[in-house]
């Protein structure tokens, strides 16, 4: 019988996590090294924007289902479940630094006191679980301690973190013992078939060993980009051809074994997972002698579209020097503060290195891109509000489809802004709405209106 669950790391996924489990009826306590990040969290606030979150971290520190820490010992000792959520960044190779795992499992070992299950959920090159963590456990569980270890890969998107925790499409279960596998049906009990919950029949669960559920995770990413970087190489025959990638991606979508999901043409993906497991799985492979030559062309297709909207504002405007460029979204993705590979990090150096004036807003990002790119004091103007960044503006380029872009009121934004052209570089905007308004609309695979 599972008492209390313990989560080490509260980021991205471990603070989203541990709240599911709280949702589902856990007391969980959580742990982090950082204790600044402990008080935040501790005074019912999350660290980053995450929907949901705040409401939940409020609800559960209020009736003590969760509680946050940054002392290890009495939380490892008094759970039956520890979670390792810690991040996995990437190395110059693309490779996956496991420093942090290494020392989250040698802490969490140190400290069990009864039969423990370890999960590792972090995001790891296949084997890592057997020849990283299983070898630091034997060494360092105190002989007396019964343990499992699992692996249980976790597939929530920033912006959907606690639905998606709530409603999985699929769990994987890396295991080695049927106790474990039985503790994990026990921990997700409370998801399948109870009140509100999801219909176990609706979700995918897969028992399998170690290795396959960590390839499974890193798998998935790779092959969401591969289909991002496939429709924006179609958007670009597109631009060629004068073919329109919206109705291209319903054509292709309509068949249910491709489905519609993940063609979204534009600008291509970033944040912190996508572009890192496709670059991790790349590095396994070849470590392995498998020749990944798909991986790399995906990460090379992606990373080529920055420029693509760097051409086609340079060749609209006849050059960027003393041009006004209003840019609408830092974020990778709408819904979150998050600028982990966002094209924006990228494409505003080079329109000030060009000698461009940059007016940047987004609703949740811009301080983590201030922080992240270092650019105040050199042309880049942060600004309030959507129409602030507008105003007499040579040109708008849109990088994040945020709702409130897209509902844009297209009049108030043609008077702000000197002269009327937008490039979408997420095809978010209707394309003959914005002509009807007189707009000098470009997206991404998109022939002129009327075509
Ligand atoms: C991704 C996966 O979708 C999750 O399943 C996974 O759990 C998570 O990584 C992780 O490994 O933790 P996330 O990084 O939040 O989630 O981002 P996505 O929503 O998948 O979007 C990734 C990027 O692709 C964004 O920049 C988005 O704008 C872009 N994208 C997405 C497109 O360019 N076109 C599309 O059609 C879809």
Redesign the pocket.
């Given at each position: 019988m599972i008492g209390k669950i313990c989560v080490f790391g509260l980021g991205h996924?471990g603070l989203p996590t541990s709240l599911s489990f709280a949702e589902l009826g856990w007391t969980v306590v959580g742990v982090d090294y950082d204790s600044e990040k402990v008080k935040f969290i501790e005074s019912g606030k999350s660290p980053f924007y995450e929907p949901e979150v705040d409401v939940l971290l409020q609800k559960h520190l209020a009736n003590g289902r969760f509680v946050a820490t940054s002392e290890a010992a009495e939380a490892v000792a008094s759970a039956d479940v520890v979670v390792i959520c810690v991040g996995t960044p990437q190395l110059p190779d693309g490779g996956a630094d496991l420093s942090f795992l290494r020392s989250a499992t040698a802490t969490i070992a140190r400290h069990m006191t009864g039969y423990t299950l370890v999960v590792q959920k972090s995001?790891v090159p296949p084997g890592t679980a057997s020849s990283v963590v299983a070898p630091i456990l034997e060494e360092c569980v105190p002989q007396r301690v019964q343990y499992d270890l699992a692996v249980n890969p976790?597939?929530?998107?920033?912006?959907s973190a606690v639905y998606d925790c709530l409603h999985p499409d699929r769990l994987v279960f890396g295991v080695d013992s049927q106790r474990a596998k039985e503790v994990f049906m026990e921990l997700y009990g409370p998801l399948l078939d109870g009140d509100q919950r999801v219909p176990s029949e609706q979700v995918g669960i897969v028992v399998t060993n170690w290795a396959t559920a960590e390839l499974i995770k890193q798998a998935?990413?790779a092959f969401?980009a591969t289909k991002?970087s496939f429709i924006n190489m179609l958007a670009d025959m597109c631009d060629a051809s004068g073919a329109n990638v919206l109705d291209l991606a319903r054509g292709l979508g309509s068949d249910p074994r491709i489905n519609h999901h993940?063609?979204?043409a534009?600008?291509?993906?970033?944040?912190?997972?996508?572009p890192k497991?496709l670059r991790g799985l790349a590095a396994y492979g070849k470590g392995v002698g498998v020749d990944v030559n798909i991986l790399e062309s995906v990460d090379v297709v992606n990373t080529s579209r920055v420029d693509r909207i760097l051409d086609r504002v340079v060749s609209l405007l006849g050059g960027v020097e003393e041009r006004t460029i209003a840019i609408w979204g830092v974020a990778?993705?709408p819904g979150t503060d998050d600028v982990a590979e966002a094209p924006s990090l990228n494409l505003i150096p080079k329109l000030v290195d060009l000698g461009a004036v940059v007016r940047v807003y987004d609703p949740e990002a811009l301080g983590a891109f201030q922080e992240a790119s270092q650019l105040s004091d050199t042309g880049v103007y942060a600004c309030e509000t959507g129409l602030q960044a507008a105003e007499d503006a040579d040109v708008l380029l849109i990088l994040t489809d945020w709702y409130e872009f897209i509902h844009f009121d297209l009049s108030l934004l043609k008077t702000a802004m000197k002269s009327p052209v937008v490039i979408d570089g997420r095809n978010c905007m209707n394309a003959l709405e914005m002509e009807r308004h007189g707009f000098m609309y470009s997206g991404f695979g998109l022939p002129p209106v009327g075509i």
């Open positions: 996924a995001t976790e597939f929530l998107r920033e912006g998935s990413n969401l991002i993940y063609l979204n534009g600008l291509g993906f970033g944040g912190q997972c996508l497991d990778f993705k």
